[in-house]
């Protein structure tokens, strides 16, 4: 049997579905406006919108000449009318301000000859609401000559424009937050890290920090996976980058040298769960500057099934740690001669009497003069001499021996493993640069730096407390020599005590 034909819509149908079309719908006249264009173009018109803003009373006659045969009742409850005809009179409160730019546009389509176009624009209601509308305009078949027929239809999208512009505003703000942060931030996606951690479990890996002592190469492999997604202008001024293009190349200069132990702390913590991280690290610049480091590192939560989402913040510690390192230099250093203090003699010594090694040699030693040039010159004259003693001494001895002042002008050398060899070595070195000191200085000051030497030898098993002493004494007797005269010795060294 033959297909039945499909039964044909009454006109009165056609009626019903125009007006209970769920979307505004406007069947309007637009041949006024199509014979207002054609005087136009008989004129030479040839720029529409040039044409239009020379005289605003023009755009005023293009809406005149549009005529509106009927709407749909979606139209009336979307723009507040009570019928049609009140709608009509008050077409002047529906295209107002901001409305009349959107039109010009659409005019401007028609002028060009399209008979079917788009364009989101701006209506308002009679109560004054704003809407933004999507609008389709469209000249029915058979009217493209006069375009006496046209179907217009309105789609409301104020709400999803705020949607949008809200969204929009949220996205500057962030994005705004993340560029001017006085922070280095990183947004980064580790999922590749992920997966090689994943590979190694299912190999059945339980030890994994034995897995990347034996697999060091693990952990560059796990760095080359890192992908840097964006950074903020705080990193680039910290890292000394023109671009972020620059920055991105040069990734290797950033993360080199110990960055590669840094990295494999991280990776374990990675490994134990620990996706949320801070520890201190070493970058460098791209001029290749040391820059301490705090870093912050966190997985999204909401990307924790891929960290294809990781932020890392660094701060730059750089300043703090050189203060830090002044004052544990304070702490050990004496200021003027720039070799080591007291407070760090006393405690090498504790070291050396539990730990060695064996034999040790202690070296006493005394400035010559001292006093005298204090005396009868300046205390600044003293202390430019003492700086000279440090010159000279910090250069005498290289690690592990050292050099101390322990007193004003009493310094002590610490040789540990040294013999009576090593003590002659010294002797000698020192008597050498003493006397290119003095070269040096012969034409400055005409202050001669002159030193008295005692040295003793500890064994194991034997104090060195009392090889202190012993150097101290021997020292004495050198200085007695240096004045041509007897110099007792100081009530605790004579008694047997430590100085």
């Keep these: ?32 406006l199509k014979r207002l264009f054609d005087g136009w173009r008989a004129q030479g018109v040839q720029d529409l919108r040039a044409y239009l803003a020379q005289d605003p009373s023009r755009l005023t006659a293009c809406t005149a000449a549009l005529k509106v045969i009927k709407v749909n009742q979606a139209t009336l409850q979307l723009f507040g009318a009570a019928s049609l005809d009140e709608l009509v009179d008050r077409m002047g409160d529906v295209f107002r ?46 009217h493209e000559q006069t375009w006496g027929r046209v179907l217009v239809s309105l789609d409301d999208v104020t709400e999803q424009s705020r949607t949008a512009a809200a969204l929009a505003r949220s996205e500057r703000y962030a994005r705004g937050l993340f560029e001017r942060s006085p922070v280095s931030l990183w947004v980064e996606d580790f999922s590749g890290i992920r997966r090689l951690l994943e590979e190694v479990r299912v190999q059945g890996i339980r030890d994994f920090g034995t897995f990347l002592k034996v697999h060091p190469e693990f952990i560059s492999r796990c760095m080359q996976e890192i992908r840097v997604l964006d950074v903020n202008e705080e990193t680039l001024r910290m890292f000394g980058a023109s671009s972020k293009d620059e920055l991105l190349r040069r990734l290797p200069d950033i993360f080199q040298g110990e960055m590669h132990d840094s990295f494999a702390e991280q990776l374990r913590d990675l490994w134990d769960g620990r996706t949320t991280q801070q520890r201190e690290v070493v970058n460098h610049s791209l001029s290749g500057e040391a820059i301490h480091i705090h870093m912050q590192l966190a997985v999204l939560p909401e990307h924790m099934q891929r960290w294809d989402l990781v932020l890392v913040s660094l701060v730059d510690i750089t300043a703090r740690k050189r203060a830090e390192a002044y004052l544990e230099y304070l702490g050990t250093h004496d200021v003027l001669t720039q070799l080591r203090n007291r407070t760090w003699y006393t405690e090498e010594i ?4 539990r730990k060695g090694p064996w034999p040790v040699a202690v070296m006493a030693i005394d400035m010559n003069g001292l006093k005298r040039v204090n005396d009868e010159v300046s205390h600044a004259a003293g202390d430019a001499l003492l700086r000279r003693a440090g010159e000279v001494l910090g250069k005498c001895v290289d690690a592990p021996a050292s050099v101390a002042r322990i007193g004003g002008d009493e310094f ?31 034409g400055t000051s005409g202050h001669a730096l002159s030193f008295a030497i005692g040295a003793a030898l ?19 007797s050198d200085k007695a020599q240096h004045y041509g005269t007897g110099i ?11 100085r």
């Excluded at 064994?459 to 002493?469: D, I, K, Q, T, W």
Aim: charged fraction near 25%; charge should be negative.
């Design 350 to 353: 504790k070291r050396l009497a």
């Design 1 to 32: 049997m033959p297909a039945p034909t499909p039964p044909m819509l009454a006109p009165n149908d056609d009626q019903s579905m125009f007006d209970l079309a769920p979307v505004s719908l406007w069947l309007e006249d637009f041949g006024g």
């Design 488 to 498: 007792a010795l100081p009530p605790a060294a004579a008694a047997g005590e430590e």
């Design 412 to 442: 002590a050398i610490l040789l540990p493993g040294g013999d009576e060899r090593a003590v002659q070595a010294v002797r000698d070195r020192l008597a050498s640069l003493v006397e290119v000191n003095n070269q040096f200085y012969a």
């Design 97 to 142: 301000d901001d409305a009349g730019e959107h039109m010009l546009h659409e005019l401007e389509q028609l002028w060009g000859g399209a008979l079917h176009f788009e364009d989101r624009t701006v209506n308002y209601t009679l109560d004054g609401r704003r809407l933004e509308v999507d609008v389709r305009v469209r000249v029915l078949p058979g």
């Design 458 to 476: 500890c064994s194991p098993g034997e104090s060195l407390e009392a090889a202190l002493l012993r150097a101290d004494r021997a020292m004495y």
